[in-house]
DNA sequence: ATGAAAGCGCTAACAG
DNA sequence: CTGTTAGCGCTTTCAT
């Protein structure tokens, strides 16, 4: 690798024209521009990144923190992200917390030795005061999905509206005729599924009918438990005619539950996620829900990120935190009726 | 943050001594150890790692290529690259190319110029020279599933023996009395589909059966040609009684192209996929395929690349390359009669 | 407009 | 065993 030295040697200038040169921000005379120019075309120079962050203080890179990349909720929020910092000129670091908040802290730890220009996490649950602790230390952060309601107006944000979004849900359910709607709940510790809930329970209100707490299955470990939860959700005396699911992952074992038990979706029983992954459209009959924006999420997180960053840069502090409420649809498929 | 020069100052000792303890490869007397290491306590002290990457001339980072993170089989080798390396002290960079040349050669060079310190690359597509020529650069590399067979004992690889699994899993089917074997062939750019596809013939022919083109469906744009394609196969006057996908994304758009035009999987038509992704299990009916160890694709090349790494720390070169073949079965659901 | 020199924070000879 | 010093490669005053 050749360095400065070596270029500003074969164009006969000092090192600090070649470096005014290369960040164009100094008046410098053509003729020398010139020379130096062609010193680097023929070294096929390329500044040394590292000397460069040592000297600045900041790396061009931000981390991103999801509880595991091969979930897809998160490896299509991934891409997103992945693809706009690309196009601003940062490279992405990629942790799986895999849930573990020793690992978060450990990874944060080593982030901010190496001068990580910002953080956007996707696995935050419950308070987790050391990732909020970042944004006082005066890291750019945002928080996509898993945020809590205290975390609003404090740190940047981005989800969609959940409780609206399931109480539209649930109110189509209602329109097209279903009368008993079981619910699919996630770990309550996460404001998102408190808020699903809440609109699910509220439509159910709004229109006469009532929270049946035997039609609402709580995930106990991990997403297979609704395997077995829907099944003997099914073999109650009075089953329900549809199934909310609180998340896209949810509703595709509850469809395995139900295939295996012979029922037919959606004649026995409508079924509606929520998330809208890429293989939603795939599934047998092919899922209908909510639909989240994934991939534009991250595009979202991103942009707010660098806003951040390139405001921290000039201001000297953060600008204030913004919430971004992103739109989410409908989309009806074949597993509703 | 603080530095050495300050936890020096307040252990009373030189920052030569502070880098020593903490490096822990020299004699220290124990009473000044203690000291520093209280310092280090009190100020809660983090080498800065950018300092130390510029100072040592690597970055303990490296470099993750795939096509899209988005795709099942990509974010879960990427999952079991990210969970080893991480335990081996190192981070990764995460690359979406979207098998976009230009953008890999742009990547590439960034990553260069932070001296990274090995590349593992799941996106190489035909000759591609400059992916091939970081390890002549010296850089540390593996390649993931994509390669070409002129790569093989050049450059470090790690898949699953191509040829073999799809002939055992054709032979499966022709055991299992199908006598109209139809194939999904995916891009002939590449060598794991050839090889794939090359078993697939074979078994026919060490069976007597003949390699019949019109029972073949080509990939032409994207995995989506495949539903058009699957339903005007199945249209002809005599339909193949089982299709086998050279991936599970082409299987499961196959299945879904089935079930649009009702037939019966497996009673019409058997299905079988190659990949065996998560998801794989929860379709209707859950797909049979050959199953990649994916996770542990990822662990391998992790290994594999970190073994590289040291090495060349310690001999000044790199090791000889190693081809990675590793086990694949055939998990059988019901997607097969 | 350009060069000399300081310094980002660290490691590793080299002295002592 | 410990301190002094010279860089790693770059940017940026400060002179000229």
Known sequence: MTNIKEVASIAGVSISTVSRVLNGRNVVNEETRKK??????????????VAQNLKMGRSNTICMMVPSIANPIFSEIVKGFEDTAQRNGFIVVLCNTDEDPKREIDYLEKMKARWIDGFVVCSKIGEAKYINDLREEGYPLVLINRYEETDIGVIDTVSVDNFRSAYDAVKYLIRTGHKRIGFAQGREQLYLYRERYRGYCQALLDHGMEV????????????????????????????????????????????????????????????LGFDNVNLASMMEPPLSGVSQPLYEMGTVAAQSLIYQISYKETHGELPAPVRNLLRSDLVIRRSTK
């Open 36 to 49: 130096v120019l062609e010193a680097v075309q023929k070294t096929n120079y390329q500044p040394n990144l």
């Open 212 to 271: 049946d707490q035997s039609l609402i299955m709580y995930e106990s470990y991990g997403t297979d438990c609704f395997y077995h939860m829907t099944k003997t959700l099914m073999s109650r005396p009075e089953p329900p005619d549809a199934i909310f699911a609180s998340s896209d992952p949810k509703a595709f074992v509850i469809m395995h539950a139900l295939h295996d038990m012979g029922l037919r979706i959606p004649e026995d029983v409508s079924v």
